[in-house]
């Protein structure tokens, strides 16, 4: 058994999906949907309940899309 945590983007912020599946990867129960701010705070909850599960690990599906990467303008070498 183990653990998956699906991260999606929403309108609403981050969509945090938490699951327990079987040796076969098939849910095990109910799963979790919780809104969460940040990656951090997802991650924290889905080890709470792997460790309340008795589990050492979860594994992390990320569909969100990464932070845009700011770029500077190149310097003017006009002389």
Known sequence: MF?????????DGLVATI???????????PPMILLVRTKEEAKKK???????LG??????IDKS???PRQTQP???RAQ
């Open 19 to 29: 699951s327990e599946r079987d040796a076969d990867g098939k849910i095990a129960g």
């Open 65 to 67: 899309q990464p932070a």
């Open 55 to 60: 589990l050492t690990s979860y594994r992390i």
């Open 46 to 52: 889905a080890s709470a309940v792997a460790k309340g």
């Open 74 to 76: 190149a310097p003017d």
């Open 3 to 11: 653990v998956r945590l699906k991260l999606e983007e929403s309108r």
